[in-house]
Every structure is written in structure tokens, then in C-alpha cells.
């Protein structure tokens, strides 16, 4: 990830202790590489579900249903 960033392993790795805090660029940039939001990212708000668009009300209301069961339940 550090290579990613464009960043030194030990600066990364003082970040992930909370020994020190990446500027905004790079918080913008690490977002960029999960893919999620900079809300995602800080835990602000829950991660989005995929997109699906069923159209069918009760097709989409089994799955959902369906996706809020564990794995081996599933």
C-alpha cells in the first residue's frame, strides 16, 4: 500500500499505528485505491450496498432477505 500511496513503509507504518496522520491529499488518494468513499474510509457511514436493480418488488425483497443471512446459511 505504501508503494501505492508513494510513501516510505515506516511513514505508512506510522499511520497505521496512529503514531502520525496522513494529509488530506493522501487520504483522498488511499479512498481512490480502496474504492470506497472518504466517508467509507473514516468509518462515518456504512459501506454502500452494490447497485442491483430488480424491478420486481417481491424478487427484490427475497434478496435482500437472502443477503442479510450468514454465508453458510446462504
Not at 515506516?10 to 485505491?33: F, M, S
Request: proline share 7%; glycine share 4%.
Amino acid at each position: 500500500m505504501s508503494e501505492l500511496l508513494g510513501v516510505s513503509p515506516r511513514g505508512y507504518n506510522r499511520w497505521e499505528t496512529g503514531a502520525a496522520a496522513p494529509c488530506l491529499d493522501t487520504v483522498v488518494k488511499l479512498a481512490d485505491i480502496l474504492e470506497v468513499s472518504l466517508d467509507e474510509l473514516v468509518e462515518r457511514r456504512e459501506p454502500e450496498e452494490p447497485q442491483l436493480r430488480l424491478h420486481n418488488p417481491k424478487l427484490h425483497k427475497l434478496y435482500r432477505e437472502i443477503d442479510r443471512l450468514y454465508d453458510e446459511d446462504q
